[in-house]
């Protein structure tokens, strides 16, 4: 490598990881306000509006990542709608984000004991006032420690960005290897890097799941 020294290399790659967490931490938050939404939607009870969340739900579940990203980023320029590789990653990703975040957060909704229900119900409360003083309130400590996992899942997706051209962690890895050929200090570093994001979020994920389980009891 006699153009580029081990800190060329890491240094170039620290500056793509900076949109690797910039946009794993925008799809996380838009995420999680669909999917909030979706599970309120879900959980009032609508026999239609279920469905439809269901089948949302199941759509973004049960297809890969990146043909989401390729009907994001070249579907919609189809009908008109141009879109840089930017947004196409964080529509994808909010998406994808959203579906499995609904998921998680309806099995804690559902985990609140049914005598919960009703003994708002008999106190007069609506389901606005149920979700937000009672049911909201127990099943947060039941549902942070998967959430946070699930961030996890998110940093990692996107690495599956670099399809369509947005230069994040691994694109930057791509870009250069293509410029040093040493594939294996650059997807090395690339590695590391990944580690140190994603290995704190699952240290925390796992501490938290110990302390709710231990309030819980």
Known sequence: ???????????????????????????????????????????????????????????FQGTPLLMQLFIVF????????????????????????????????????????????EASTALGMNFTQQMRYVILPQALRIAVPPTVGFSVQVVKGTAVTSIIGFIELTKAGTMITNATYAPFTVY????????????PLS???????????HVTR
């Open 1 to 59: 490598m006699p153009e580029f020294t081990l800190w060329d290399i890491v240094h170039n790659l620290l500056l793509a990881a900076r949109w690797t967490v910039l946009l794993s931490l925008v799809a996380f938050v838009l995420g999680s306000i669909v999917g909030l939404a979706l599970l309120l939607v879900r959980t009032a009870g609508n026999r239609w509006a279920v469905r439809v969340v269901r089948g949302y739900v199941e759509l």
């Open 74 to 117: 070249f579907g919609l320029p189809l009908i008109g709608i141009d879109v840089s590789p930017w947004v196409a990653a964080t529509f994808g990703l909010t998406l994808f984000t959203s579906a499995f975040l609904t998921e998680i957060w309806r099995g804690c909704v559902e985990s609140v004991a049914k005598g919960q229900w």
């Open 188 to 199: 090395g570093c690339v590695a590391v890097l990944y580690f140190l994001i994603c290995y």
């Open 203 to 213: 240290l925390y994920a796992r501490y938290l799941e110990g302390k709710f389980r």
